[in-house]
Each structure stands twice: as structure tokens, then as C-alpha cells.
């Protein structure tokens, strides 16, 4: 969502990397470029104000002007800054030392809340947890049954009761049975509406004081930009909420509730929903995505999900054979299942320092990539071992057990070499240059 602010903040800044020295004309047109980007990308106008005039003091001071490199200088601070208007600290959850841990999850109908309290769920089951849920959105019969699916879908237990309308009445007896079964983290998916009005407020605020929830989320969807921040000054000012689940960041909104809600709520944002997946939440790192949108990659964000992905002596095996320069077929399976549970293989590009310009214009669709493993799942085992032994009567047999065409199994085994290649070359230190190798392919 961020690609727009992201290019535009970069061309601002661009003109600054370079320069052995800054002027006042530097600085002032860099400001105005940078405001511009951030009023176009639907971050709040005083909000907008504030940072360019925290920027400005900070570039002309010391730290700046009697600097080796002041044009670096200026987009740390500007990275500085826009960490610090969307948060800082931790945005882990606070957990009881007596279970279990409720978690009440409020916001507009629309927004996604309950998908959110399934992620979370199963976010939390990843990290070790014993999460249950509850469906306490009665206004919504749909709601129940969407929480009921979703729970099936990841075999975690749902608490409910259709018999009722008493949203107090199920959050409690939820309550009751999650302690009763032992489990240790209590997410409680509440009723939305249209907008907020005083009935909304009033059962929010009889299920948090029958609950006593340690975390209070407040779910926005990113999507509808500066009217989730005013959402979120509504809800701030009537219920007291510890903090912000951003959804649909992966759609095409321009970020400015993301840049905004911390500074305007005092709320920080604790995690962002990236896709339609269940698994597609992760937690909220202001300097992590201010990184990204300077164009400096996420290299901790994919170092976690590369962990997640992958046991460490299988990571530790493969980076072995691929800098030794041996890339099998087998190879291949094992990195790409790794890499389908990172996720979209653009978004995991992305996160390396200096990709996002090389991704312009590159199309990759994670499809081709199903294609492909139906190739290599056609060949035998001592074809996945030993790929110089395809000929054209094995490759023919190949294509047409995977529905392809003999054409596109020559395409993968050319890539394999390529890919062979480019191993050996980063086992010698030497990273090529994906520009290159896109063009290669394309050929």
C-alpha cells in the first residue's frame, strides 16, 4: 500500500544522497516534496505539519551541516521521523500471569474484525500459545457462523451460543469454558456497526467490565484512510483501547491511516493484516516499515519469516549445498516450500535492501511458481537428483505429467542452471545483479 509514498519519498531524498554539501535551496525543496507526498498519500494535515517542521529543525542543525555525508544524514532522520509518528516500543500483546489472557477485540462493522480475531488466533498458536475464540457479535447472525468456519479451518476451538442476544451472557460462559479447557488466550470478537452510536459503546463497555481484558484492539481498516483515524479518535474517546490492528494493508489505500492514527490516538498500531490468508498478520514494527518505504528493505522481518519457514538444520543444509554450488531439483522443492509459507514472493523480494527499484515492472506471479513444482513433481527421484540426464524423450514425459508443454520444462532446467551459476557466484562473494538475470529469463 505504501508504494506510491514510498517512490515519491525516495525521489525527494534522492537528490540529497549525493550531495557532498546542502543548501538552504537543497533542504526547502526536499521539505516541500516531502509534504507533498505525505498530504497525497492521505496522512493527516497536522500530522504532515509537525514532521516536515521536525525534519527541517533537525537537517539544519549540527548534526546535519558538519557532517561527512549530510544528505544520508537527512534521510536517517527523515527514517528517524516516520518511525517515530507511527511508534515506537514494543507491539507485543500483555499477557496475565494467570491465564487465560483475553484479548477484546471492537470496531466498525466492515473493518474485518473477525478474520482479525482468527489470524490473531492462529498467530498466536505459531508463537506457542492455546488460544480459544469467542463469537460475541450478535447484531451480526452471519458473524457466528464466519467465526464458526474459520475456527474449523484452523482447528481452534469457538465459543458461542445462537440461542441468545445477550453479548455478556456468551463472553462470559466463553470465558468460563476456556479455563475450564485449560487455554490460554481469550480473544473475544465483538459487535460491529455501520458507525458509532451509544447502543455500539454502551455493550462494549458491559462485556469489557464483565471480561476485565488485558488487551483492548481496536481493528481499522486501513483502506478507508483518514475516516479510520477519525474512528479511531471516536473509539479513544469513549472506550479506552491498548492499541490498533491495521487490515487490508495489501490493497491499493495510500497509508495515511497507518502514518497517522499513532500520532493523532496516542494508540500505537501493534499489527497489520497484509492479506486475504489467515496467516497474513504480522506484528507492527514502525522502523521495520519506515525501512521500506525509504527503499531500505526489512531484513529482520525476513529474517524471522525465513526462520518460521524452515527448520535450522534444514536451513543450514541448504544454504550449504547452494553456496558450494550444487542446486538440485530436491533443493528446489525444499525452497520453494519454504518460500510459500514467507508468502507472496514479491512481498518477500521487497524486504531485501535495494529490491524494491530492481521489482518495478517485474511482474512475478506466485501461480507460475505452482506450475513449476507440478514440473518438477513429474520427474523421478533421480531426475530431481541428477537434472543432467533429462533428454527430450524424459522431458517430453515430464510435460506431460504436469500439463505443461515441453517448452516450459526447458525453461525450468535452463533457470536451474542459471540458478546454479548464480550460487557459485555468491559462494565466491560476488551477489549478480537481478536486472540481468530477469533479463535472461525473459529470453
Do not use: C, W
Not at 104 to 109: I, P
Not at 292 to 313: N, P, S, Y
Amino acid at each position: 500500500m505504501f508504494d506510491t509514498l514510498s517512490d515519491k519519498l525516495q525521489a525527494a531524498l534522492g537528490d540529497l544522497r549525493g550531495h557532498g554539501t546542502l543548501s538552504e535551496e537543497d533542504l526547502a525543496k526536499a521539505m516541500r516534496e516531502i509534504r507533498l507526498a505525505l498530504l497525497e498519500a492521505d496522512v493527516n494535515f497536522q500530522v504532515v505539519k509537525d514532521f516536515v517542521a521536525r525534519v527541517k529543525e533537525r537537517a539544519a542543525g549540527a548534526e546535519v551541516t558538519k557532517s561527512l555525508t549530510p544528505g544520508q544524514q537527512v534521510v536517517s532522520i527523515v527514517h528517524d521521523e516516520l518511525t517515530a509518528i507511527m511508534g515506537q516500543g514494543s507491539s507485543k500483546l500483555a499477557f496475565s500471569g494467570r491465564p487465560p489472557t483475553v484479548v477484546l477485540l471492537a470496531g466498525l462493522q466492515g473493518s474485518g474484525k473477525t478474520t482479525a480475531a482468527a489470524k490473531l488466533a492462529l498467530l498466536l498458536r505459531k508463537e506457542g500459545k492455546a488460544p480459544a475464540l469467542v463469537a460475541a457479535d450478535l447484531q451480526r447472525p452471519a458473524a457466528i457462523d464466519q467465526l464458526e468456519q474459520l475456527g474449523k479451518q484452523i482447528q481452534i476451538p469457538v465459543y458461542l451460543d445462537r440461542s441468545t442476544k445477550d453479548a455478556v451472557k456468551v463472553a462470559k460462559e466463553g470465558l468460563d469454558q476456556a479455563r475450564a479447557q485449560g487455554r490460554d488466550v481469550l480473544i473475544v470478537d465483538t459487535a460491529g456497526r455501520l458507525h458509532i452510536d451509544e447502543e455500539l459503546m454502551d455493550e462494549l463497555a458491559a462485556v469489557r467490565k464483565e471480561l476485565k481484558p488485558h488487551n483492548i484492539l481496536l481493528v481499522l481498516d486501513s483502506m478507508t484512510g483518514q475516516d479510520a483515524v477519525s474512528v479511531a479518535e471516536a473509539f479513544a474517546a469513549r472506550i479506552d483501547f491498548d492499541g490498533i490492528v491495521l487490515t487490508k494493508l495489501d490493497g491499493d489505500a495510500r497509508g495515511g491511516a497507518a502514518l497517522s492514527v499513532k500520532a493523532v490516538t496516542d494508540k500505537p498500531v501493534k499489527f497489520a493484516s497484509t492479506g486475504e490468508k489467515l496467516d497474513q498478520i504480522e506484528y507492527f514494527h514502525p522502523d521495520r516499515m519506515a525501512s521500506r518505504i525509504l527503499g531500505m528493505g526489512d531484513v529482520l522481518t525476513l529474517i524471522e519469516k525465513a526462520e518460521a519457514a524452515a527448520e535450522e538444520d534444514e536451513q543450514a543444509a541448504l544454504e550449504k549445498r547452494m553456496l558450494q554450488g550444487r542446486f538440485t531439483f530436491d533443493d528446489f522443492l525444499q525452497a520453494y516450500k519454504m518460500m510459500r509459507k514467507m508468502g507472496p514472493v514479491k512481498n518477500v523480494l521487497s524486504m531485501i535492501p535495494g529490491m524494491g527499484k530492481q521489482l518495478q515492472g517485474v511482474d512475478i506471479d506466485d501461480r507460475e511458481l505452482g506450475r513449476v513444482e507440478a514440473i518438477v513433481l513429474s520427474m523421478t527421484a533421480e531426475e530431481r537428483r541428477k537434472p543432467e540426464i533429462i533428454n527430450g524423450a524424459r522431458r517430453a514425459r515430464i510435460a506431460a505429467g504436469s500439463g505443461t508443454t515441453v517448452q516450459q520444462v526447458n525453461k525450468l532446467l535452463q533457470a536451474r542452471k542459471q540458478m546454479e551459476k548464480m550460487m557459485k557466484q555468491m559462494g565466491r562473494g560476488k551477489t549478480p545483479n537481478l536486472q540481468s538475470i530477469v533479463a535472461q529469463q525473459r529470453r
